[in-house]
C-alpha cells in the first residue's frame, strides 16, 4: 500500500521504524547498563499482583539485577558457566536473566509447563550450575531430579509461598540471594563492572532450545554479537521507542518474547506490561491496551473468535452496524492493499464506521490504541490480516525461527502483501534454493550452532555460511518471501499431487470453531484431517443449541458438534480444487494443554507424533 494511500487512516510515519543507534554497547550486559543509566527513573517493567500494578524503574530493575549478580558471585558463579531460568513470563524472570549475563554467565529458559524428566534433560545437557525456579511447584520437579545433576550447586525460588518451613541448604530464596548479594558487594565493589567489561561480542550468551517436535530439543547457541546485532536490526524493522507499551506474556524461554519482547524492550525504553498469568491474556490486554502487540496466530485467532461469537448474541441493529462497517473497513483495505488512492467520500465513510463500530470491536479485543500488530512464530491465514485491516490496524507479519535468531523477514507498513511474509530484513540475507526451494538464510544473526551437536550444526549451517532453515518458499518480483510449507511436511498424494497442508490447515484454523489441525494424505487416495475444537467456543454453541454433554469427550462427539466442524471444513473446501479438498475428518476427544506429548509449548499440534499416536484411527477414515 502506498503512503499516500494510508495517510489519513493508517498513518504510516507513527509506524516508520528508526534506524539510528538507541544505546551503545556491544554486547548484552553494556546495554542494559548503559540503558540504565540514561534512563534511570523511567518506568520499564509493571506485574500486576492482587490486583495492583507494580512499576519497576530502569534504577530499581538495576538494583535488583546488581544484588542478584553480587549473590551469584557469591556462589561463585563463573563466566561461561550455565543458570537455567524455570518460570513463567514475570519480571523476576528477566532480573535473573540480566543478572546471569551481567556476570558474564549463560542464561537458559525452560518452559515452565516441562515435566521433570525434561527439566533434567536440560539442565544436564546445558551443565547449569544454578537454578532459579518460580515457586513450590517448580521447586518440587528440581527437587525430584537433583541427585541426578551434579553440576547443579543452588537452586533459587522466587516466590517462597507455602516454602517458608523449607530447611534445604541447596535452596535459597531470591530475597536471601540478593541480600548476600549486597554483602558480597560490600567487600568486592569492582567485581561486577569487571565481569561486564570483561563479557566479549563473540562469548556465548544465551541458549535456547528447540521445541523438540522431533527428538531430545536441541539447545541453540547465540552470542552476545548476534544478540545485538538482530536487536539493532528489528528497530530497523519495527517502529518503537519508551512511549510505546508492550505486553509480556509468551514464554520467556521463546525466541519470539526474549529477543522480541525482553531484549527489544531493554534496547528501545518501551514499558513491558506483564500479564497475570496465561489465563488473563484477554482481560490483561483490554487493560493494559499496547500500542505495540506481537502475538502468535493463535492469539489473533482467538481474539477473531471472540468478536465472532459476541457478534452472535448482539441485537439485529448491533449485527446490521457492524456488518456495514466491516465492509467499508474491508473496501478500504483492499484498496490500500492494492496501492490504489482512497476518496473522500470512503474515507468519511470509514469515520462513521469507526464511529458506529469498529472502535468498539478494537476496545473489546485491547487493540483500540495499537499503532500496528505483529505475528510470526506460525503460518497465519491472509484473511485474518485483512479482517484486522479492515479494523484499521495493520498487521505486519514477521518469519524466523530459533536459529536465525527470530525475525529474518518483515512485512514493511507501507506495503502489506497478506499471505506474504515480506522481504528480508535489512541485517540478514535471504534466498531460496533454486534446486530444493528451500529458504536459506545468511548474517550475523543466524546462530552458532547446536550445544554438544557438531554434527547436527553441520547439517543446518553449510560451509558458506547459509542456514537450512527446512522451510520451502518462493519469492516474487518484488523480493517478498511466502512460505509454502516444511520440507517434511509436502503431502503427495497416490494420485501424484503435491499438496502444501498447511494453507488448508490455516484456513481451517481460522473457523471460531477449530484451535489447530493437522491434515493427512500422504501417499493416501484423498486428504482426511484431524481437528482439536476450541472448547470455550464449542461449548456455547452446544449450549445455544440444547446439545446435551457431560464432559469434554461426550462434546467433541456429539451429532450436532460434528455437523458444525463439518460445515466448517465444506467452507474450507470450497475455495480449493476437488483434489485438494478434504473427505473426512475426526476430532481429539482428549483436551489437550501444554503439558500433552501431542503440543509443542507454543500449542501446535505436533504433526509427526499425532500421525503416530492416531495411525489406528486414521486408517479407518481410509
Known amino acids: 500500500m502506498s503512503t499516500m494511500a494510508a495517510r489519513g487512516l493508517w498513518d504510516i510515519e ?3 521504524p528508526r534506524t539510528g543507534i538507541v544505546i551503545a554497547g556491544e554486547t548484552l550486559p553494556a546495554i542494559f547498563w548503559n540503558a540504565a543509566a540514561a534512563r534511570a527513573d523511567h518506568v520499564w517493567m509493571r506485574q500486576k499482583a492482587f490486583g495492583i500494578w507494580r512499576s519497576w524503574t530502569w534504577r530499581q530493575t538495576a538494583e535488583a539485577v ?3 549478580a553480587g549473590g551469584l558471585m557469591a556462589l561463585d558463579f563463573a563466566p561461561g558457566e550455565c543458570a537455567s531460568i524455570l518460570a513463567n513470563t514475570v519480571v523476576e524472570w528477566v532480573l535473573a536473566d540480566l543478572a546471569v549475563l551481567s556476570c558474564g554467565g549463560v542464561a537458559n529458559g525452560i518452559y515452565p509447563t516441562d515435566a521433570a524428566s525434561q527439566l533434567q534433560y536440560l ?12 515457586d513450590d511447584e517448580q521447586l518440587d520437579k528440581a527437587l525430584e531430579v537433583r541427585a541426578a545433576l551434579p553440576d547443579l550447586r543452588r537452586i533459587v525460588v522466587f516466590d517462597m509461598k507455602g516454602l517458608r518451613e523449607l530447611d534445604d541448604p541447596g535452596v535459597i530464596s531470591l530475597d536471601a540471594l540478593r541480600a548476600l548479594g549486597r554483602e558480597h558487594l560490600q567487600g568486592h565493589a569492582q567485581e561486577l563492572e569487571q565481569r561486564i567489561a570483561g563479557c566479549r561480542p563473540d562469548d556465548l550468551a544465551i541458549l535456547v532450545y528447540t521445541s523438540g517436535t522431533t527428538g531430545k530439543p536441541k ?15 528489528y528497530n530497523t524493522l519495527v517502529a518503537q521507542d519508551e512511549h510505546d507499551e ?21 534496547y528501545t525504553g518501551a514499558i513491558l506490561n506483564f500479564v497475570e498469568n496465561p489465563e488473563t491474556v484477554p482481560e490483561n490486554v483490554r487493560e493494559i491496551a499496547p500500542t505495540v502487540f506481537t502475538a502468535v496466530p493463535r492469539v489473533w485467532e482467538k481474539f477473531y473468535s471472540g468478536v465472532m461469537i459476541a457478534l452472535k448474541e448482539a441485537s439485529r441493529l448491533q449485527q446490521a452496524a457492524y456488518g456495514w462497517a466491516i465492509g467499508v473497513g474491508g473496501a478500504i483495505a483492499e484498496r490500500v492493499l492494492a496501492g490504489q488512492p482512497v476518496g473522500a467520500a470512503l474515507r468519511l465513510k470509514f469515520m462513521l464506521a469507526r464511529w458506529l463500530a469498529l472502535d468498539n470491536v478494537r476496545k473489546f479485543i485491547g487493540i483500540h490504541r495499537a499503532r500496528f500488530l505483529v505475528t510470526g512464530a506460525a503460518p497465519i ?26 525475525a529474518a523477514t518483515g512485512m514493511p507498513a507501507g506495503r502489506i502483501k497478506p499471505g506474504s511474509i515480506g522481504p528480508a530484513a535489512g541485517y540478514n540475507e535471504v534466498r531460496v534454493d533454486p534446486a530444493t526451494g528451500e529458504i536459506l538464510v545468511r548474517g550475523t544473526n543466524v546462530f552458532m550452532g547446536y550445544l554438544n551437536l557438531p554434527e547436527k550444526t553441520a547439517e543446518a549451517i553449510d560451509p558458506e555460511g547459509w542456514l537450512h532453515t527446512g522451510d520451502v518458499g518462493a519469492m516474487d518480483e518484488d523480493g517478498y518471501f511466502r512460505i509454502t510449507d516444511r520440507m517434511k511436511d509436502i503431502i503427495i498424494t497416490a494420485g501424484g499431487k503435491n499438496i502444501t497442508p498447511s494453507e488448508l490447515e490455516n484456513e481451517l484454523k481460522f473457523s471460531p470453531y477449530i484451535t489447530d489441525a493437522v491434515v493427512i494424505g500422504d501417499a493416501r487416495p484423498y486428504l482426511t484431517v484431524i481437528i482439536m475444537i476450541d472448547q470455550e467456543n464449542v ?3 452446544a449450549q445455544d443449541h440444547d446439545v446435551p454433554f457431560s464432559n469434554y469427550q461426550s462434546l467433541t462427539r456429539a451429532p450436532q458438534v460434528l455437523d458444525l466442524i ?28 501444554a503439558e500433552d506429548e501431542e503440543l509443542t509449548p507454543t500449542m501446535k499440534l505436533k504433526r509427526k507424533l499425532v500421525q503416530a499416536k492416531y495411525a489406528e484411527r486414521i486408517d479407518a477414515m481410509y
Open 14 to 16: 507513527h509506524i516508520r
Open 123 to 134: 539442565c544436564e545437557d546445558s551443565r547449569s550450575t544454578i537454578l532459579f525456579v518460580e
Open 219 to 233: 539447545g541453540a547457541m547465540h552470542c552476545h554479537r548476534g544478540l545485538v546485532h538482530t536487536v539493532r536490526g
Open 246 to 266: 508492550r505486553m509480556c506474556f509468551l514464554p520467556l524461554c521463546h525466541i519470539a518474547e526474549r529477543l522480541g519482547g525482553e531484549y527489544f524492550s531493554l
Open 66 to 68: 546488581r544484588e542478584i
Open 381 to 406: 491465514s491472509p484473511e485474518l490480516i485483512r479482517w484486522y485491516l479492515a479494523l484499521g490496524v495493520p498487521m505486519l507479519e514477521v518469519w524466523g525461527m530459533t536459529e536465525t535468531c527470530g
Open 539 to 541: 461449548e456455547k454453541f
Open 566 to 593: 463439518q460445515g466448517e471444513i465444506d467452507r474450507v473446501n470450497a475455495k480449493f480444487a476437488r483434489v485438494e479438498q478434504i473427505k473426512k475428518f475426526f476430532l481429539l476427544e482428549t483436551q489437550l494443554s
